[in-house]
């Protein structure tokens, strides 16, 4: 479950401009939780290519000036059109996730803002569903595919592995390494948009990936109802999930799970995120030792970005691709002590 009410990239509480929205609202309240459907955009029956910014211009004042070279395809999955966004890795080259539209982001983020409403317009009340922040891709995300890509101790031994990824969002994590040959991925989120985004990808786009990634619900912060599927896994991975001191917390508490079960942990964090102080200390409490965060590359991300999904300024995105430093954190079960 969200707070909503805070972008992710910063800590200031935004107005909540909450305006009358019901038929956005039982779209999405009626389309999120169906099975995906590949309908393209506008009623062809093949995927339509065509250029998306005139739709961009209504939220975000980040990179809506972006003008690709490439004309973008979409995909409507679950009654939210997405874009296709490419990804460039090492060992398996390109890599396209789903990423929703700014119309669609602005469904989502008004979703997230009628529940509040309901709550009498309390800002951070939980919202239980449409966490609009897996429908687009985060920087920490290409660090960690880079990481397991590229890391000889990893890559050399993919095929291999079995991984389990918390908070995949679009899913470039769990769709990457399965391309790069692991044994089996595990993509999961409490979200389901996000995980009916990743199996579609992996079906329709990356096909080489699909038949190793497998979907599962998963509540981290529920630590007392779902536990990690463990079983057989050897590596347990999340990218910029720790936007919250409760799940840096929840995260600490995984993290350690994992060790337990002798899985290592591999975990991409990008900068300013409020949930990282919480985790480090959590960590500690429970007796991992030697815990700290490196330094990697990151990718900033390219596509529009509804202004409370990344507020003004964010360090997210830019109009194209650029390295950004991101946190990488690698667990070894021998790190746990007691
Ligand atoms: C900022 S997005 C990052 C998505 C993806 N890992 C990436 O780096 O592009 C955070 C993701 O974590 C998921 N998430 C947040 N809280 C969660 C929780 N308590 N349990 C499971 N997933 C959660 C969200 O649904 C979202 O997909």
Redesign the pocket.
């Known amino acids: 479950?969200?707070v909503f009410g805070f972008s992710?990239d910063t800590t200031t509480p935004y107005h909540l401009g909450l305006s009358s929205i019901h038929q956005r609202q039982q779209f999405l309240r009626t389309t999120t939780f169906l099975p995906s459907v590949a309908v393209p955009v506008g009623g062809d029956d093949v995927l339509t290519s065509h250029d998306d910014n005139n739709n961009d211009n209504n939220n975000n004042n980040n990179n809506n000036s972006s003008k690709n070279s490439n004309p973008a395809l979409f995909h409507t999955v679950q009654g939210v059109v997405c874009r296709e966004v490419t990804n460039e890795l090492p060992v398996i080259g390109t890599v396209a996730?789903l990423e929703a539209t700014a119309d669609s982001q602005e469904d989502l983020v008004n979703e997230c803002l009628e529940l509040e409403e309901e709550e009498e317009f309390e800002i951070g009340v939980d919202v239980a569903e449409g966490?609009p922040?897996?429908?687009?891709?985060?920087?920490?995300?290409w660090a960690?595919s880079n990481y397991m890509l590229s890391r000889p101790d990893l890559r050399d031994n993919l095929n291999s592995l079995s991984i389990v990824?918390?908070?995949?969002?679009?899913?470039?994590?769990s769709i990457s390494v399965a391309m790069g040959g692991a044994k089996r991925v595990i993509a999961?989120?409490?979200?389901p948009?996000?995980l009916a985004l990743t199996r579609y990808a992996a079906d329709n786009i990356n096909s080489s990936s699909s038949s190793r990634i497998e979907t599962q619900l998963?509540?981290?912060?529920?630590l007392e109802q779902q536990p990690l599927p463990v079983q057989g896994i050897d590596i347990v991975c999340?990218?910029?999930?720790m936007?919250?001191p409760?799940?840096g917390v929840?995260m600490a508490h995984r993290a350690v799970e994992a060790l337990r079960n002798n899985c290592r942990v591999i975990i991409?964090d990008s900068p300013g995120r409020a949930g990282r102080p919480a985790f480090l200390d959590t960590l500690n409490e429970l007796g991992v030792e030697g815990a700290e965060f490196q330094e990697t590359i990151g990718k900033t991300?390219s596509g529009p970005r509804n202004d409370l999904i990344c507020g003004k300024g964010s360090t997210s995105v830019s109009d194209t691709p650029q390295e950004l430093s991101v946190a990488l954190l690698d667990l070894k079960p021998n790190m746990l002590k007691g």
């Open positions: 479950m969200l992710l996730v966490d922040y897996g429908a687009v891709l985060w920087p920490a995300a960690v990824e918390l908070g995949t969002g679009t899913g470039l994590v999961t989120d409490y979200e948009l996000a998963l509540d981290l912060c529920d999340a990218a910029d999930i936007y919250e409760k799940t929840a991409g991300c």
